[in-house]
């Protein structure tokens, strides 16, 4: 097995880290991951972040910093900047937020004074912790409400969304979550913002490889604000990101340093200017396209096994599972999967009775694997087996055929060859 060895000339002294590294290497080539928020950056974009750009204090931006020796990473931050609008046709970008989470922060600092009213996405049917859970910052200093999807499509029905806009009249209305699995209509969203004299953020960073790809319908012509992920399905390194028109970028830089955070992780930086330059090749476009195929695949081979998928489906990267539909909770389901070296997390569905910890579904995405070259038959097969180990959990004959197979596949679609 070739496993991925960053600065491979470096004298390796301290045994036990590097030791685990080693492993966690080895358990990303032998597992799948299935975990949808997760990807494989390629070995430039790991490279990047193994340099001396992590040395570097650059408080500020670009020709205007509070320290000196900033002339190189100037150039480091001007092109992943600069890649970032082409990339998604935005006219400004800022390539600082350490995370998503510090994306989210630095958009509502922005737009929004402390308890404001926000409409989001809510947080048991897909949205995201910093949409305004009670524990989070975002519902600590703002007042948050949310919609959902519907109970018989599961779904969002935009005119329900409009309905309660209307009633609440939010300062912000957000779209965007962690686990819906169809296309979210932008300018329907964007409607509803301008008719409730709302502003209206994206919070695109599960999709934002597809948009990207051209797999998905861009929000940048109908936001105010667009925040994402550099990390899941835009295979960069782990951080964030906000997009916007020119005339925010102003707050929305000052609201990002000094507002939320200090000093920029330079070297990641770099990492993301490289993928962003990965992600504007021709063949990201195919890896894009062959992602979502790969979840309707997956999708469609599970319906076909007898297990319920929520809404019927997916269009994205993305598909709740409800594993209460073959008696198991999601924990349980995440635990047996796992000893076939199938990695997913478990996840609540719609209206789920069972608490967070123990949830009825498991939430799949195919963003990894389809980077380790996993295509459509792969994807038969695997449903196959999660359909075997799911009704058959404890069942040590298949748990050893399933796990077989799996290390067959594993090895011979290696990730780091
Ligand atoms: C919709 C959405 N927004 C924001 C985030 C936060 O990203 P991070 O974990 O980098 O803070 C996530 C992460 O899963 C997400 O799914």
Same mark, same amino acid.
Request: a negative charge; glycine letters at 10%; charged letters at 20%.
């Given at each position: 097995m070739t496993l991925?060895?960053?600065? &491979?000339? %470096?004298?390796?002294?301290?045994d036990s880290i590097w030791a685990s590294i080693a492993r966690e290497e080895e358990r990303q080539e032998l597992q799948l991951e299935l975990i949808a928020s997760e990807n494989h950056a390629s070995a430039e974009v790991m490279a990047a972040m193994g340099t001396a750009l992590t040395n570097k204090y650059?408080?500020?931006?670009?020709? #205007?910093?509070?320290?000196?020796?900033?002339?190189?990473?100037?150039?480091?931050?001007?092109?992943?900047?600069? #890649?970032?609008?082409?990339?998604? /046709?935005?006219? #400004?970008?800022?390539?600082? &937020? *350490?995370?998503?989470?510090?994306?989210?922060?630095?958009?509502?600092m922005s737009m929004l004074d402390p308890g404001d009213k926000v409409l989001a996405m809510s947080l048991d049917?897909?949205?995201?912790?910093?949409? !305004?859970?009670?524990k989070n910052?975002? !519902?600590?200093?703002?007042?948050?409400?949310?919609? /959902?999807?519907? $109970? @018989?499509?599961? #779904?969002?029905?935009? @005119?329900?969304?409009?309905?309660?806009?209307?009633?609440?009249? $939010?300062?912000?209305?957000?779209? +965007?979550?962690?686990?819906?699995?169809?296309?979210?209509?932008?300018?329907?969203?964007?409607?509803?913002?301008?008719?409730?004299?709302?502003?209206?953020?994206?919070?695109?960073?599960?999709?934002?490889?597809?948009?990207?790809?051209? =797999?998905?319908?861009? &929000?940048?012509? *109908?936001? @105010?604000?667009?925040?994402?992920? %550099? *990390?899941?399905?835009?295979? +960069? $390194?782990? !951080?964030?990101?906000?997009?916007?028109?020119?005339?925010?970028?102003?707050?929305?830089?000052?609201a990002l340093f000094p507002g939320g955070q200090g000093g920029p992780l330079m070297h990641v930086i770099a990492a993301k200017a490289i993928a962003f330059r990965e992600a504007q090749q021709d063949s990201f476009k195919t890896y894009a396209a062959q992602v979502v195929a790969n979840a309707s695949a997956l999708a469609e081979g599970l319906v076909g096994a007898g297990i319920r998928i929520v809404s019927g489906g997916t269009d994205n990267h993305v598909m709740l599972v409800d594993v209460g539909s073959v008696g198991l909770s999601g924990a349980a389901a995440e635990d047996a999967l796992?000893?076939?070296?199938?990695?997913?997390?478990?996840?609540?569905i719609p209206f789920d009775k069972r608490p967070p910890m123990? =949830?009825?579904?498991?939430?799949? !995405?195919?963003?990894a694997i389809t980077t380790r070259g996993l295509d459509v038959a792969d994807m038969g097969h695997l449903a196959g087996w999660i359909g075997e180990i799911l009704r058959a959990p404890e069942d040590e004959a298949t748990i050893k055929r399933v796990a077989g197979a799996v290390a067959e596949l594993t090895s011979r679609k290696p990730i780091y060859a």
């Amino acid at each position: 097995m070739t496993l991925y060895s960053p600065a &491979p000339n %470096t004298t390796k002294t301290d045994d036990s880290i590097w030791a685990s590294i080693a492993r966690e290497e080895e358990r990303q080539e032998l597992q799948l991951e299935l975990i949808a928020s997760e990807n494989h950056a390629s070995a430039e974009v790991m490279a990047a972040m193994g340099t001396a750009l992590t040395n570097k204090y650059a408080e500020g931006y670009p020709g #205007r910093r509070y320290y000196g020796g900033c002339e190189f990473v100037d150039e480091v931050e001007d092109l992943a900047r600069n #890649r970032a609008r082409e990339l998604f /046709g935005s006219e #400004r970008a800022n390539v600082q &937020p *350490h995370s998503g989470t510090q994306a989210n922060m630095a958009a509502f600092m922005s737009m929004l004074d402390p308890g404001d009213k926000v409409l989001a996405m809510s947080l048991d049917h897909g949205g995201h912790l910093s949409h !305004g859970h009670t524990k989070n910052f975002s !519902g600590v200093f703002y007042d948050f409400h949310s919609y /959902g999807v519907e $109970p @018989d499509s599961e #779904r969002l029905d935009l @005119d329900k969304v409009r309905e309660q806009a209307l009633a609440l009249r $939010p300062k912000l209305l957000i779209a +965007g979550a962690s686990a819906y699995s169809r296309p979210i209509d932008f300018e329907a969203f964007a409607a509803i913002a301008r008719e409730v004299d709302a502003l209206f953020m994206v919070d695109m960073a599960h999709i934002a490889g597809l948009v990207a790809g051209g =797999a998905h319908a861009s &929000p940048i012509p *109908h936001a @105010d604000v667009v925040t994402l992920t %550099t *990390h899941k399905t835009l295979r +960069g $390194p782990r !951080g964030g990101m906000i997009l916007c028109p020119k005339e925010r970028i102003v707050k929305i830089n000052s609201a990002l340093f000094p507002g939320g955070q200090g000093g920029p992780l330079m070297h990641v930086i770099a990492a993301k200017a490289i993928a962003f330059r990965e992600a504007q090749q021709d063949s990201f476009k195919t890896y894009a396209a062959q992602v979502v195929a790969n979840a309707s695949a997956l999708a469609e081979g599970l319906v076909g096994a007898g297990i319920r998928i929520v809404s019927g489906g997916t269009d994205n990267h993305v598909m709740l599972v409800d594993v209460g539909s073959v008696g198991l909770s999601g924990a349980a389901a995440e635990d047996a999967l796992h000893r076939v070296n199938i990695t997913c997390n478990k996840n609540l569905i719609p209206f789920d009775k069972r608490p967070p910890m123990e =949830a009825s579904g498991v939430r799949l !995405g195919t963003a990894a694997i389809t980077t380790r070259g996993l295509d459509v038959a792969d994807m038969g097969h695997l449903a196959g087996w999660i359909g075997e180990i799911l009704r058959a959990p404890e069942d040590e004959a298949t748990i050893k055929r399933v796990a077989g197979a799996v290390a067959e596949l594993t090895s011979r679609k290696p990730i780091y060859a």
